[in-house]
Structures are given as structure tokens and as C-alpha cells.
């Protein structure tokens, strides 16, 4: 368990936090690209890290993030007129670059715009998402180019759900496999090494983007079944999937919301459409309202949970293998107390993931390089999975299907 301190420390992320400090220091998802169309488009509330902010597309296609409020009068930005390379606060008129930079005032006689900048943040455009660096300008890492972003778009899906919990839940529950064939165990779906392969052994190795760690079951003839998951520090989960990898993002809203990000891709081939909106995980349309990304079946309607549902066709009663994840971590309350926990070995990668937060922020705050903010190696890693006969090394059969052969 952690200390009240230790948990009080991962789950605040707001301006001059420890764990918001450290979180700065990567690339940060902030939209998804279609939330901006188009050039001159109406502006985009955005929420990070407990910073109200304010993304546009300008009149040349340049996305800019800047503080949502004028430094005039601290008006909403979001009122603002997007128009000629600006955006324009009503009020009174001063107009900002996507750099912040004040560049005219309607209600001066005699100008003093090359004063003023607004709060901004540098954007990169990359896999259908707009991201964003937060952090000291000297510290800037490499751009984000996770293998899905360097798919076809027709090969990769992405989405993301706004979480009413801290963000610390939604990830640790991203890294916790031994859950998986209990919450999202159906009746009829019992034949899977998954499910028939009962409760599994860990083993983890720690990397300099942060960690990779296999989960180990019976197999069949005496064999083992293994599925190898990736963490990148300090939100990112990759976890297997048929000619590609699955993930997600948990990324602090604030300290008591958080947007999880859902991403699939192939390698070799396109994806459905049912595989790129990801419905069936309780991502998609249908179940996400896209203009507030806040999910249909949530706290107030239980999840729309179904207790006949439950005794006949699924271990939770509720549909969505997502769904059931938001339902058990809303579960815990906002911001959940770890002093109270119990924990066991398949536990152990959220232990662990824990510890290098926790490392990284002392490297940080002694002066060093937080793990996995100035390196490029994730760009390749995948999860994988595979049955290992009996009597080979499964590291031997994993870690080679792990890393992706792309120069």
C-alpha cells in the first residue's frame, strides 16, 4: 500500500504538484484532430492537468493551445472570434497568434500588443491527435511517434471517454490483467487459454521507457500461454492484439476527472469499422456522447447494469468490456485512499509502476532525466501474446514479437 503522502503525491497533478511536474515533461494527448476540422474553426474548450485551456486551428491550418482566459480581463477566450491567423476576444478586441502573442487591440488608440502574450503551449499533430508539451521549453522530448501513429489512417482507431474518477484509477486498471477474465468473463466464452488458464504469474522487466511485463498461464499439452504488455511513462498501456497492438492514455482532466484514451491499430491490414469505433468495448458512438465524450452508461444510470444479465450472461452484468472498467473504478470514488488497500502478487505491475512515478519525480526534482522523457525506443514496442510449449524460455518466443523490426 502507499503511504497517505505517496498518494497524495500521484493523484495531484495541478500546476507546481510533484506528479504534475513530472507529467509535464512528456508529450501530453489533448483532442483528437477532428475536433478541429478546419481552418478558422470555432475554438475547443481543453482541460489538462487542472489548466483550463483553449485549442484553435488558424487561418493556415497551425493549431494553437493557450490559456482559456484574455490577459485583458481574463474573459473566456472560448467567446472568441477565430478569424486571420487569431483569435479575437469580444470584449474588447485583442487578438492572439496561436504563440499567445498578442498581435492587436481594437480599443487602444496607441497599441502596446508586443506586451502582451498570453499562456500557450507548443502542438503536435500526429496519428489523428492534437498533442501538446507542457513542460520547460530545455526539456522538450522527442515527438510522440508511438507505432500506431505511423499506420495508414484507414489501419488505426482512436477515442477517447471523459472518467469522472482521478486519473491514477483509470491507469492502474489499464495495468492490471488479472482482472480481466473475472470482470470481463462471459458464460459462453470460457474455452479461452484467458479464462481456462486460471489466476496467472507475473514477471516484469524493467526498461528505460519503463516497463514490459508478462502475464503467464496454463496453455495447453503442459504448455503456458503469455501475454506481453508494455508501460511508457507515465499514462501509456500497450497491450496485444491480432497483427498490432491495443492501448490506452489515462491523462488528469483534473484531480478528480480524468480522459481515457483508446487506441487499436493494425500493421498489415485496415481495421473494421466496428474495430476503429471500438463499440463493442463501449467506446464508440453509440455508447459515448461525442460531443462531451461522457459516456451514456455512467454513475447515475448504474452503468445500466442488468442483475438477470449478470446471473445468465456475463460475470458484471453490464455491457462493454470498458464500461465494466469505468463502473469498478467510479466505484472507488473520486480520488481512491491507498492506505486501505491489500495488495497481492498480480499486483505487482501497478507496485511497480508506481515506484518509477515515484523515482521519476526525485530524478526530476534532483536535476536528472525523468525515465522515458528523453528516449525514442517506445517508438517500436507492441504487446503480443503466444502459446509457448512446454520446456521453452517464453521470454524467448515473447520479447522478439514485442518489438516491431521498423527502422
Given at each position: 500500500?502507499?503511504?497517505?503522502?505517496?498518494?497524495d503525491?500521484l493523484?495531484k497533478?495541478?500546476?507546481?504538484?510533484?506528479?504534475?511536474?513530472?507529467?509535464?515533461?512528456?508529450?501530453?494527448?489533448?483532442?483528437?484532430?477532428?475536433?478541429?476540422?478546419?481552418?478558422?474553426?470555432?475554438?475547443?474548450?481543453?482541460k489538462?492537468?487542472?489548466?483550463?485551456?483553449?485549442?484553435f486551428?488558424?487561418?493556415?491550418g497551425?493549431?494553437?493551445?493557450?490559456?482559456?482566459?484574455?490577459?485583458h480581463?481574463?474573459?473566456?477566450?472560448?467567446?472568441?472570434?477565430?478569424?486571420?491567423c487569431?483569435l479575437r476576444?469580444i470584449?474588447?478586441?485583442?487578438k492572439?497568434?496561436?504563440?499567445?502573442?498578442c498581435?492587436?487591440?481594437?480599443?487602444?488608440?496607441?497599441?502596446?500588443?508586443?506586451?502582451?502574450?498570453?499562456?500557450?503551449?507548443?502542438t503536435?499533430?500526429?496519428?489523428?491527435?492534437?498533442?501538446?508539451?507542457?513542460?520547460?521549453?530545455?526539456?522538450?522530448?522527442?515527438?510522440p511517434?508511438?507505432?500506431?501513429t505511423?499506420?495508414?489512417?484507414?489501419?488505426?482507431?482512436?477515442?477517447?471517454?471523459?472518467?469522472?474518477?482521478?486519473?491514477?484509477?483509470?491507469?492502474?486498471?489499464?495495468?492490471?490483467?488479472?482482472?480481466?477474465p473475472?470482470?470481463?468473463?462471459?458464460?459462453?466464452?470460457?474455452?479461452?487459454?484467458?479464462?481456462?488458464?486460471?489466476?496467472?504469474?507475473?514477471?516484469?522487466?524493467?526498461?528505460?521507457?519503463?516497463y514490459?511485463?508478462?502475464?503467464?498461464?496454463?496453455?495447453?499439452?503442459?504448455?503456458?500461454?503469455?501475454?506481453?504488455?508494455?508501460?511508457?511513462m507515465?499514462?501509456?498501456?500497450?497491450?496485444?492484439a491480432?497483427?498490432?497492438?491495443?492501448?490506452h492514455?489515462?491523462?488528469?482532466?483534473d484531480?478528480?476527472?480524468?480522459?481515457?484514451?483508446?487506441?487499436?491499430?493494425?500493421?498489415?491490414?485496415?481495421?473494421?469499422?466496428?474495430?476503429?469505433?471500438?463499440?463493442?468495448?463501449?467506446?464508440?458512438?453509440?455508447?459515448?456522447?461525442?460531443?462531451?465524450?461522457?459516456?451514456?452508461?455512467?454513475?447515475?444510470?448504474d452503468y445500466?447494469?442488468?442483475?438477470?444479465?449478470?446471473?445468465?450472461?456475463?460475470?458484471s452484468?453490464?455491457?462493454?468490456?470498458?464500461?465494466?472498467?469505468?463502473?469498478?473504478?467510479d466505484?472507488?470514488g473520486?480520488?481512491?485512499?491507498?492506505?486501505?488497500e491489500?495488495?497481492?502478487?498480480?499486483d505487482?505491475?501497478?507496485?511497480?509502476?508506481?515506484?518509477?512515478?515515484?523515482?521519476?519525480?526525485?530524478?526530476?526534482?534532483?536535476?536528472?532525466?525523468?525515465?522515458?522523457?528523453?528516449?525514442?525506443?517506445?517508438?517500436r514496442?507492441?504487446g503480443?501474446?503466444?502459446d509457448?510449449?512446454?520446456?521453452?524460455d517464453?521470454?524467448?518466443?515473447?520479447?522478439?514479437?514485442?518489438?516491431?523490426?521498423?527502422?
Open positions: 500500500m502507499l503511504t497517505r503522502e505517496e498518494n503525491i493523484t497533478t495541478g500546476p507546481e504538484t510533484p506528479m504534475g511536474d513530472l507529467m509535464r515533461r512528456y508529450w501530453i494527448p489533448a483532442l483528437l484532430s477532428w475536433e478541429l476540422p478546419e481552418p478558422d474553426c470555432p475554438p475547443v474548450r481543453v489538462l492537468l487542472s489548466e483550463e485551456l483553449i485549442a486551428k488558424d487561418t493556415n497551425a493549431i494553437g493551445l493557450l490559456s482559456e482566459y484574455c490577459p480581463r481574463n474573459v473566456s477566450l472560448w467567446l472568441g472570434r477565430n478569424e486571420e487569431g476576444c470584449y474588447h478586441g485583442w492572439y497568434d496561436v504563440t499567445g502573442q498581435i492587436d487591440q481594437m480599443n487602444e488608440p496607441e497599441q502596446f500588443a508586443d506586451k502582451v502574450k498570453a499562456k500557450s503551449y507548443p503536435f499533430e500526429v496519428g489523428g491527435v492534437v498533442w501538446t508539451y507542457m513542460g520547460p521549453v530545455e526539456f522538450r522530448p522527442p515527438p511517434l508511438f507505432e500506431w505511423q499506420v495508414p489512417e484507414s489501419h488505426r482507431g482512436v477515442s477517447k471517454v471523459l472518467q469522472d474518477f482521478n486519473w491514477l484509477q483509470g491507469f492502474e486498471g489499464t495495468m492490471d490483467t488479472s482482472h480481466a473475472i470482470l470481463h468473463r462471459t458464460f459462453n466464452r470460457i474455452d479461452s487459454p484467458l479464462f481456462s488458464g486460471g489466476a496467472p504469474t507475473l514477471e516484469l522487466d524493467v526498461m528505460d521507457y519503463g514490459r511485463y508478462f502475464s503467464i498461464r496454463k496453455g495447453e499439452n503442459g504448455g503456458q500461454f503469455v501475454k506481453g504488455y508494455q508501460f511508457v507515465p499514462w501509456t498501456q500497450i497491450r496485444s491480432q497483427d498490432g497492438s491495443d492501448g492514455y489515462c491523462v488528469p482532466v484531480d478528480e476527472h480524468s480522459m481515457m484514451w483508446n487506441w487499436a491499430y493494425k500493421v498489415g491490414s485496415p481495421l473494421s469499422d466496428e474495430e476503429k469505433n471500438q463499440d463493442r468495448f463501449g467506446n464508440g458512438p453509440s455508447h459515448i456522447d461525442q460531443a462531451t465524450f461522457r459516456p451514456l452508461s455512467n454513475r447515475e444510470n445500466l447494469m442488468d442483475r438477470a444479465m449478470q446471473r445468465t450472461i456475463n460475470f452484468g453490464i455491457v462493454g468490456t470498458n464500461t465494466q472498467d469505468r463502473a469498478v473504478q466505484s472507488m473520486a480520488i481512491r485512499d491507498r492506505t486501505k491489500t495488495l497481492g502478487p498480480t505487482r505491475p501497478i507496485i511497480v509502476a508506481r515506484q518509477l512515478m515515484l523515482e521519476g519525480i526525485r530524478a526530476m526534482q534532483e536535476g536528472g532525466v525523468p525515465r522515458g522523457s528523453d528516449t525514442t525506443d517506445y517508438y514496442v507492441r503480443a501474446q503466444a509457448v510449449p512446454k520446456g521453452q517464453f521470454r524467448s518466443v515473447l520479447a522478439p514479437l514485442m518489438q516491431s523490426n521498423a527502422e
